[in-house]
């Protein structure tokens, strides 16, 4: 069955560093584009961004532009999310879910996810 | 960016009764909007893609339409486990964007 395991969730300063880690199994990992999206404790869903199948495109929500980085090891089926100068806005529950399309850059909705791991940004 | 607008917040329902839940798109987003169900302490689940097409699994009580920007997501007979939060989500263009959702709690 299909299975996404997040890792690497915990509590940061303000201003470090983390890296969350996605493992996955059950379905074909390297024909997936692979998206990260995140919940504020009490709050609603927010989609942080995305990495093509192949690894070769990326797109983020501007609120984490030029702070996080997605990227993914298809030899090991994991996708990473690296997250830099990290701030007390970004403390949520951090998701991977699978995209539906497969074999092409776009989506169509997101059919499975992982369990969320917590990140807490705080002194 | 495409800002997803869903009412009511929250909705009081019966078991049994129907539920229509609403979501709108500040552009259009053809027919490129799917519907969540999530429960607390766990990952939301795909229930509709597509607007109206329903995802493995997702019983026939759950239906969808609309397409451009309006949509709805119908329970036709509420029962206890479809007591939950739901949100819309466009895929139409990045960034994509959720709606910020609606609680369907017991009346």
């Known amino acids: 069955q299909v299975q996404l395991v997040e890792s690497g969730g915990g509590v940061v300063q303000p201003g470090r560093s983390l890296r969350l880690s996605c493992v996955v199994s059950?379905?074909?990992?390297?024909?997936?584009?692979m998206h990260w999206v995140r919940q504020p404790p009490g709050k609603g869903l927010e989609w942080v961004g995305v990495i093509s199948y192949d690894g070769s495109k990326e797109q983020y929500a501007d609120s984490v532009k030029g702070r996080f980085t997605i990227s993914r090891d298809n030899s090991m089926n994991t996708l990473y999310l690296q997250m830099n100068r990290l701030r007390a806005e970004d403390t949520a529950v951090y998701y991977c879910?699978?995209?539906?399309?497969?074999?092409?850059?776009?989506?169509?909705?997101?059919?499975?996810w992982g369990q969320g791991t917590l990140v807490t940004v705080s002194s | 960016e495409i800002v997803m607008t869903q009412s009511p917040v929250t909705l009081s329902v019966s078991p049994g009764e129907r539920a229509t839940l609403s979501c709108r798109a500040s552009q259009s987003v053809s027919s490129n909007l799917a519907w969540y169900q999530q429960k607390p302490g766990q990952a939301p689940r795909l229930l509709i893609n597509?607007?109206?097409s329903r995802a493995t699994g997702t019983p026939a009580r759950f239906s969808g339409s609309g397409s451009g920007t309006e949509f709805t997501l119908t329970i036709s007979s509420l029962q206890s486990e479809d007591f939950a939060v739901y949100y819309c989500h466009q895929y139409n263009q990045w960034p994509l964007t959720f709606g910020g959702g609606t609680k369907v709690e017991i009346k």
């Open positions: 059950g379905f074909a990992f390297t024909s997936h584009g």
């Open positions: 879910a699978k995209d539906l399309l497969p074999n092409n850059w776009g989506s169509r909705g997101f059919d499975y």
């Open positions: 597509g607007a109206s």
